[in-house]
């Protein structure tokens, strides 16, 4: 009932995160900054993420929060929220519509809920390890067994080669059928809804990763780091089918 309840109010948060988003995309006097990390900010991320804040403080006043532009909050509650207000500031501040908010939670550091909310494609996927949703409907991963018939996805190519190995992404791209730089969170619900079977990210952070893992999971999905440990407990992700995942680990990391 309690996961019934929260899965409902991820509903609230996205559709909150949506109605401060919308009338900044793609306004061609957009102020974007760049942080310390390289990273881009703009206004819409900062007042998404205080506005989804405010609900939470004020629906579950004991729970904790983790959030990309405020950090943490009451990070030792035994329900954490995390929350990535724009994944794919690049593409949201280019007018490109495939970025998206994304939303978990923790229990006991432990991620039960995650959602992807694409908020100009008007599409919302939960998981929660064992379902995952696309505004509604069930969906899953793909059953393709052979990478000579799978999609690629991945968010940077240039990036690759500075956090992982470059030769083993290169040996992967050739064996695939398909590759496109569909990236950020919208690499992944394509992945959970069976519109592409793998997406990676070499460098990734807890609130990038964190709601995925529920999502993927739910769709009959592997989701691990890239060299195939913990996802929760690493900074880049693979996800794809439970048939390719070894095999593609295998070429990674060989």
């Not at 949506?18 to 102020?31: K, M, T």
């Not at 059953?143 to 000579?148: C, D, I, K």
Request: glycine fraction near 8%; charged fraction near 20%; include cysteine.
């Amino acid at each position: 009932m309690q996961m019934k309840e929260f899965t409902e109010f991820i509903y609230i948060l996205a559709e909150k995160s949506a109605e401060v988003i919308r009338p900044y995309f793609a306004q061609a006097n957009l102020d974007v900054e760049v942080k310390e990390d390289h990273t881009l900010v703009t206004r819409a991320d900062r007042e998404a993420e205080a506005a989804m804040r405010t609900l939470i403080r004020k629906t579950y006043p004991h729970h904790g929060i983790l959030g990309e532009e405020f950090g943490p909050e009451n990070a030792s509650a035994e329900f954490v929220w995390t929350l990535d207000p724009i994944d794919g500031t690049i593409s949201f501040a280019s007018g490109c519509p495939l970025f998206g908010t994304l939303i978990g939670l923790l229990q006991a550091d432990r991620p039960v809920l995650g959602a992807i909310h694409h908020p100009i494609l008007n599409q919302l996927c939960i998981g929660n390890n064992t379902e995952t949703t696309l505004n509604g409907r069930a969906v899953q991963l793909r059953e393709v067994h052979h990478l000579s018939d799978a999609t690629l996805l991945t968010t940077d190519i240039a990036s690759v080669g500075k956090y992982q190995k470059q030769d083993g992404f290169e040996k992967l791209l050739k064996q695939t059928r398909l590759f496109r730089t569909w990236g950020d969170c919208y690499g992944y619900l394509l992945v959970a809804s069976g519109g592409a079977d793998i997406m990676l990210d070499p460098i990734m952070n807890p609130w990038d990763i964190l709601p995925l893992i529920p999502i993927i999971r739910g769709a009959n999905g592997a989701i691990t780091t890239w060299s195939g440990t913990e996802a929760s407990k690493g900074n880049s992700c693979l996800a794809t089918n439970k048939m390719l995942h070894p095999r593609v680990l295998e070429i990674l990391n060989a």
